[in-house]
């Protein structure tokens, strides 16, 4: 069972039924018990870093999140994957879930449009379990003013080019960040949302 974690922040249906069509079971849940039981982590979100840690703290669910995530797999998506890094930079700094060594910051993208919207190329470049099967050039929908900035390019797997370089697909053993949407990605998205399902 694979637990999609509701704390008032997520976009939690669309991501249930991309996992339905995929036929895997998955439960949206506010609950500890469920997300501690559950097989697999899914933490989407949207809206402010700040709003959201808030949230996920006060639900009690933050530190659930941190110690589940050294024993079964973490999926974060978008917003999700910002709150894996120590730091967001929206509005204030903000403590993250540190599980992954960085921090979040604003896109600097000179003449280009903020927030960053719509279908990008993904380009490859550290290979890790989700990423597989995602060749040079396929492509991934994005909506988001903020990025990952990485304290290891060895945790990069996949990243698309909007003015600089903007990591796409993050991994830390087995906790993994998709700043795209992997649910409104296609075959693309499908793929990694299925390699993420199927991991042992």
């Given at each position: 069972m694979i637990a999609i974690v509701d704390?008032?922040?997520?976009?939690?249906?669309?991501?249930?039924?991309?996992?339905?069509?995929?036929?895997?079971?998955?439960?949206?849940?506010?609950?500890?018990?469920?997300?501690?039981?559950?097989?697999?982590?899914?933490?989407?979100g949207v809206g402010a870093f700040p709003d959201a840690m808030g949230k996920l703290e006060a639900a009690g669910l933050a530190e659930v999140i941190k110690?589940?995530?050294?024993?079964?797999?973490?999926?974060?998506?978008?917003?999700?994957?910002?709150?894996?890094?120590?730091?967001?930079?929206?509005?204030?700094?903000?403590?993250?879930?540190?599980?992954?060594?960085?921090?979040?910051?604003?896109?600097?993208?000179?003449?280009l449009k903020v927030p960053?919207?719509?279908?990008?190329?993904?380009?490859?470049?550290?290979?890790?379990?989700?990423?597989e099967g995602v060749e040079e050039g396929d492509r991934a929908y994005f909506v988001h003013s903020y990025k990952a900035v990485m304290a290891?390019?060895?945790?990069?797997?996949?990243?698309?080019?909007?003015?600089e370089r903007i990591p796409g697909l993050v991994f830390e053993g087995q906790?993994?960040?998709?700043?795209f949407h992997p649910e409104k990605s296609g075959r693309v998205g499908l793929g990694i949302l299925r390699n993420f399902c199927e991991l042992g």
């Amino acid at each position: 069972m694979i637990a999609i974690v509701d704390y008032g922040a997520g976009n939690l249906f669309s991501v249930k039924n991309a996992l339905d069509f995929l036929g895997f079971d998955s439960v949206i849940t506010a609950d500890r018990g469920v997300a501690e039981a559950a097989d697999k982590l899914i933490l989407p979100g949207v809206g402010a870093f700040p709003d959201a840690m808030g949230k996920l703290e006060a639900a009690g669910l933050a530190e659930v999140i941190k110690t589940e995530a050294r024993r079964k797999p973490l999926l974060g998506i978008c917003l999700g994957m910002q709150m894996l890094f120590e730091w967001g930079h929206e509005f204030a700094k903000t403590k993250g879930l540190g599980l992954i060594g960085g921090y979040v910051d604003k896109i600097s993208a000179p003449g280009l449009k903020v927030p960053h919207m719509g279908w990008s190329d993904l380009h490859p470049s550290s290979p890790c379990a989700l990423s597989e099967g995602v060749e040079e050039g396929d492509r991934a929908y994005f909506v988001h003013s903020y990025k990952a900035v990485m304290a290891d390019p060895r945790n990069l797997s996949l990243y698309t080019d909007y003015g600089e370089r903007i990591p796409g697909l993050v991994f830390e053993g087995q906790v993994y960040g998709c700043q795209f949407h992997p649910e409104k990605s296609g075959r693309v998205g499908l793929g990694i949302l299925r390699n993420f399902c199927e991991l042992g």
